[in-house]
């Protein structure tokens, strides 16, 4: 297997420059991601219009997968409301673990992730953002104001 | 000792290609690649002396031990009680009484954190231990401070990796009880100035315990000469096998100690209204513990012995000197650990390559190294670091090892650009 077909242009491109990095401030919701086994750790900001992802930046420090990860996703769900985001939280989930997985077009970018399921060490590292997002979600439909909600891979 | 390494069957120069052929696994391939492990400060890899020891007790001595008069049990308990012997020479302790086994390092530690320190503990009294110890010789700590009310105090290290003994000798005071240090820094590779620490907090009325999981195999152990009160160290990382460790305790404290786990094999006599308890060893050593696994731990302790450990000390040396040579003419490597007293790790990290991704990267060249925070997360955090990679260093490793870890490098930084 040719190291490219994990690192593909695309991933190093938003490894190098995250879409989405930074703080969103105020935001409506906010999670924090953290993967013990090797350190990376990120923080998914949500502004929301009812169901709707109306803004969604992410800060943290980790490898080029998860970096690249977390923007893509980023791009690919501001706009989304709650049911296509759990559809695609689906696909996704089954082009990084499923061996014969095939990327539908709906994916776009995010196909690029594909080479990471024969990397099982890795898997986690793209995941991690969208376990976040789905925190910061779930944190968006209850009280606003409380610390916020932690998810771990472990 | 350099007694031991003039006696070494292969001289006191490492026949590093002959020590190859003893360790089988070293001719498997990994991503198409020959193997090149550099991550036995994780775990070491086992000779043939290890795997024949092991299946040979398995296959024609197998039976538990300290129970029943047959044949099989007395050959078992003669090759569990000869093991301890064979500990109690590698470290020169006094007594077999003194050799607990355990199942590693960290039910070591955690044996002194609980049976040790937790009933005699109260608030005021504090334990000392380093920043840059790994979380077992911190949490076991952090959970004896909850259960007593004491207080953990950490003496500070510089961004070399070296330990600031002035700063740790102000933390000592009569209200220390316990000094828990690392002899060798699992992350940095720094050696620690066990026998002045131990010095300077004895006096003090202070115990020390070292964690010696990376010491015992690079160097010449004497728990005697260090005077530490603990030693601790794990099988697997000195070429024996999972599951079997050792807590080396000076006799008179593990007498004054309660039994940790209660079971068989620790009792003298049990009845339903008082139970007394095992003399030592046995007192800390409930249940049928792992005999294979003391048995292979004795013939790694051989293997290393016949190697001379002076040998190995030199040998690992020349490569972590020429690792750390090697390594910095590469752009934007910086070693991570520069102590001037350093045992068989490099730690790295190049810019614009996440640790996690390095790994990765290495490992499709067919090189094995550690990503990652290393079980020392707040020395990571003193440090600014989320993680390094870290190459450690074992006797079957070569100059060409070296070589295949600097050309993988470059093929990291041509993926990243």
């Given amino acids: 297997m040719d190291l490219k077909e994990l690192y593909r242009d695309v991933i190093l491109d938003h490894n190098k420059r995250p879409r989405n990095f930074g703080k969103l401030e105020p935001a409506d919701s906010r999670a924090d991601g953290h993967n013990p086994l090797c350190g990376d750790r990120l923080t998914v900001f949500l502004r929301m219009s009812g169901d709707r992802v109306e803004d969604i930046r992410f800060e943290g420090k980790g490898c080029a997968i998860s970096t690249a990860s977390a923007s893509l996703m980023t791009e690919a769900i501001k706009g989304k409301d709650k049911a296509d985001i759990g559809t695609l939280f689906g696909k996704i989930h089954s082009l990084l673990t499923q061996q014969n997985a095939v990327a539908d077009s709906s994916l776009g970018k995010l196909a690029a992730l594909s080479g990471v399921r024969e990397y099982p060490a890795r898997v986690k590292c793209a995941s991690l953002c969208w376990h976040t997002l789905n925190a910061a979600l779930e944190r968006s439909a209850g009280a606003r104001n409380e610390t916020p909600a932690a998810v771990s891979t472990e | ?417």
């Fill in chain 2, 1 to 417: 000792m350099a007694a031991t390494a003039s006696q070494a069957v292969h001289g006191p120069i490492l026949d590093v290609e002959r020590v190859r052929r003893d360790f089988p696994i070293l001719d498997r391939t990994v991503n198409g690649r020959p193997l090149v492990y550099l991550d036995s400060g994780a775990s070491s890899q086992r000779p043939v002396a290890v795997l024949r020891a092991v299946e040979e007790y398995e296959t024609h001595s197998h039976a538990n031990i300290h129970r029943g008069v047959h044949a099989l049990s007395q050959a078992a308990t003669e090759a569990f009680e000869g093991a301890r012997e064979r500990v109690r020479r590698y470290i020169n302790a006094r007594s077999t009484k003194e050799i607990i086994f355990v199942r590693g390092t960290t039910e070591a530690i955690n044996l002194v954190a609980q049976s040790f320190a937790r009933p005699r503990f109260k608030a005021g009294d504090e334990i000392i231990v380093t920043a840059l110890e790994h979380h077992a010789n911190i949490v076991p700590w952090q959970m004896v401070c909850e259960q007593t009310g004491c207080t953990l105090k950490v003496a500070p290290i510089n961004k070399r990796g070296e330990l600031l003994f002035d700063e740790y000798v102000k933390l000592l005071s009569p209200r220390t009880k316990l000094v828990a240090i690392a002899h060798v820094s699992n992350a940095l590779g720094s050696i620690l100035p066990v026998k002045r620490i131990v010095d300077a907090a004895h006096a003090q009325g202070a115990v020390v315990l070292v964690d010696g999981a990376q010491a015992v195999p690079h160097a010449h152990v004497d728990v005697r000469a260090l005077g530490c009160d603990f030693y601790a160290f794990s099988g697997h990382k000195l070429y024996g096998p999972t599951g079997i460790g050792v807590l080396y305790g000076r006799e008179e404290l593990l007498e004054s100690m309660p039994p940790w786990q209660g079971g068989g094999d620790m009792i003298l006599t049990v009845s339903f209204e008082k139970t007394t308890y095992n003399g030592l060893p046995a007192k800390f050593e409930a249940g049928t513990p792992n005999i294979s696994g003391a048995v292979g731990l004795a013939a790694a302790m051989d293997y290393v012995e016949s190697l001379g450990l002076d040998a190995i000390a030199a040998h690992e040396h020349r490569l972590v000197e020429l690792a750390t040579a090697e390594l910095q003419k590469i752009p934007g490597i910086q070693i991570v650990g520069t102590a001037a007293n350093k045992a068989s790790i490099v730690s790295f990290t190049l810019d614009g390559v996440h640790p996690h991704d390095l790994g990765t990267i290495l490992d499709h060249e067919g090189v094995a190294v550690r990503t990652g925070h290393h079980c020392a997360m707040p020395l990571m955090t003193f440090l600014g670091l989320p993680a390094t990679a870290r190459a450690s260093f074992g006797v079957y490793n070569t100059e060409q090892d070296v070589r295949s870890l600097v050309a993988a490098l470059g093929k990291a930084r041509e993926v990243f650009g």
